[in-house]
C-alpha cells in the first residue's frame, strides 16, 4: 500500500493526466469540421450498436450450455434435492437438517408400519365399490440417516424432474436475459452520452478554442510583420546612408578654387551650398521611410542651383512639378539620386552641356516622376563610382511597395536616357 503522504502527489498526477487527455480531445474536436465531426457521431453509434449486438445478445449455444449446466449440477452435490426415475432424493447439508431429515424419515417408517398394521385387520364384509384411495407412496433412510428417498412412480417422477428442471432453466434464462439487457442499455447510454459530451465540447469550448487558435496565430502574423517591417526599415536606412553627395565634394574643391580666382563667385557658391545642406541635412537626420515631393524637389532645387554655379550654362533646367502634387509621398533620396546620375553620368561629361527635365504626373492611382537628361548617356564614358545609385533605388523601392513600385530606365532620343519612377499616389502623413 502506498504511504498516506504520497496521496496528495497521486491525486495531482492523476489530475494533470485527465487535464492533459481533455486537452488533447478538446484540440481534436475543435480541428474537425462539422461534417467531419458529424460523420464521425453516426460511424460511433452505428459501431456501438453492432458492438451491443455482438457482445449483449444471448445465442443458442450459451442458451444449451446455461441449461446443460443446471442439468449438470444436480447431480454434483451443489443441491440438497435429486428426483430421477426412482424417486425424490433428499440429502440434508447441516446436522440440523440431517435431524429434521431424520425425524421426518421415522415419521414416516412409523406411519407406514401403522398403515402396515391397519391393512393387517381382518377384511370386514364388502361393501359398495367406492372410489381409488390416494396412493401410499413409500418413504426409506439409509442407515445413517443422511439420505431421505422417497419413492414414486417413474411417470410422476419423470415429469416432476420434467417440469422442475425447465422452471430453474427459465428462471435463469430470465435472469442471464436481464443481465444481457441491462449490459446493453447501459453500454447503449454510454456510446450516446460519449457522443453528446463531443458535440457539447465542440459546441462550446470548440469557439474558445478556435478563437485562441486565431488570437495566437494573428499574433505570430503581426510579430512576423513587424521583424519583417523592422528588417525593411533597417535595410532600407541601410541603403539610404550609402546615398553619397557626390557633388558635395566637386562643390567644396570649386569653392577653394574660386576663393583664389574670383572670390565674389566662391562666396555665392558657398551660401548656395549652406541653403542646399539646410534642406539635407534634417532630411538625412529624420531617416524617415516615406516624405513629400515638394521636400525633395526643394532638395533637388538647392542642388542644381549649386551645379549651375559650376557649369554656368552649360546645364539648363526644366522644372515642371505642379504644386498639387508636392504633398504626394515620395520616397526620400531617390529624385536627388536620379539627378546626380543624369548630371553625372549624362551632361556633366558632354562638353556642351544640355537640358535636364523634371516632370511630376498622376496616371492610373500612381504618381510618376520622370527625369530626362539628353547627355551622352550611360556606357559612353566609363563610370567611377560605387554603381550603388540605380540598384538602391530599385530595392528600396521594392521593400516599400512591392509590385507597385518599379523604375524604368530607357534611351532618350536623340540622346541622353530618361528614367522614370513609380509610387502608389497617396498623400503624405
Request: aromatic share 6%; charged share 20%.
Amino acid at each position: 500500500m502506498l504511504p498516506i503522504s504520497n496521496l496528495p502527489q497521486l491525486l495531482k498526477t492523476i489530475l494533470a493526466w485527465l487535464q492533459r487527455g481533455f486537452d488533447a480531445t478538446t484540440t481534436w474536436v475543435t480541428q474537425l469540421s462539422w461534417w467531419k465531426f458529424f460523420l464521425f457521431a453516426a460511424l460511433a453509434l452505428i459501431a456501438g450498436s453492432i458492438l451491443q449486438d455482438e457482445l449483449f445478445s444471448s445465442s443458442p449455444n450459451e442458451e444449451v450450455v446455461i441449461k446443460s449446466h443446471k442439468r449438470a449440477s444436480k447431480g454434483t452435490g451443489e443441491t440438497n434435492i435429486l428426483i430421477d426415475d426412482t424417486g425424490i432424493h433428499f440429502n440434508p447439508r447441516n446436522s440440523k437438517n440431517r435431524r429434521s431429515s431424520t425425524a421426518d424419515a421415522t415419521d414416516a417408517a412409523d406411519a407406514a408400519e401403522a398403515d402396515e398394521h391397519a391393512n393387517a385387520v381382518p377384511p370386514e364384509p364388502p361393501e359398495p365399490p367406492a372410489a381409488p384411495a390416494k396412493p401410499n407412496y413409500p418413504v426409506t433412510t439409509n442407515a445413517s440417516g443422511e439420505e431421505v428417498h422417497i419413492e414414486l412412480p417413474p411417470q410422476i417422477g419423470e415429469e416432476l424432474s420434467n417440469a422442475i428442471e425447465e422452471a430453474v432453466d427459465d428462471a435463469a434464462e430470465q435472469k442471464v436475459s436481464r443481465y444481457h439487457q441491462q449490459a446493453s442499455t447501459w453500454f447503449k447510454s454510454f456510446v450516446s452520452l460519449l457522443v453528446l459530451a463531443l458535440f457539447a465540447m465542440k459546441a462550446l469550448v470548440g469557439g474558445k478554442k478556435r478563437a485562441e487558435a486565431e488570437t495566437v496565430t494573428a499574433n505570430e502574423a503581426a510579430e512576423r510583420e513587424s521583424m519583417q517591417r523592422q528588417l525593411s526599415e533597417a535595410k532600407m536606412q541601410m541603403m539610404q546612408a550609402q546615398v553619397e553627395p557626390h557633388f558635395l565634394f566637386n562643390t567644396l574643391a570649386s569653392v577653394e578654387h574660386l576663393i583664389q580666382v574670383d572670390p565674389p563667385r566662391a562666396a555665392k557658391m558657398q551660401r548656395s551650398l549652406i541653403q542646399y545642406l539646410r534642406a539635407v541635412l534634417p532630411q538625412m537626420r529624420d531617416n524617415a521611410l516615406i516624405t513629400n515631393l515638394g521636400r525633395e524637389a526643394d532638395m533637388v532645387q538647392a542642388y542644381l542651383n549649386l551645379l549651375k554655379m559650376r557649369m554656368e550654362e552649360r546645364l539648363t533646367v526644366d522644372f515642371q512639378i505642379p504644386d498639387g502634387l508636392r504633398s504626394a509621398a515620395f520616397p526620400p533620396m531617390m529624385l536627388q539620386s536620379m539627378v546626380e546620375n543624369a548630371i553625372k553620368h549624362g551632361l556633366e561629361v558632354k562638353p556642351e552641356g544640355g537640358t535636364l527635365r523634371i516632370v511630376a504626373e498622376v496616371a492610373h492611382n500612381k504618381l510618376r516622376v520622370t527625369v530626362t537628361d539628353d547627355g551622352l548617356g550611360f556606357g559612353v564614358v566609363p563610370s567611377d563610382g560605387t554603381g550603388l545609385g540605380l540598384p538602391t533605388i530599385r530595392e528600396r523601392l521594392k521593400l516599400l511597395h512591392g509590385d507597385q513600385g518599379s523604375l524604368t530606365i530607357t534611351p532618350n532620343q536623340p540622346s541622353g536616357v530618361c528614367a522614370v519612377i513609380e509610387v502608389p499616389y497617396q498623400l503624405s502623413k
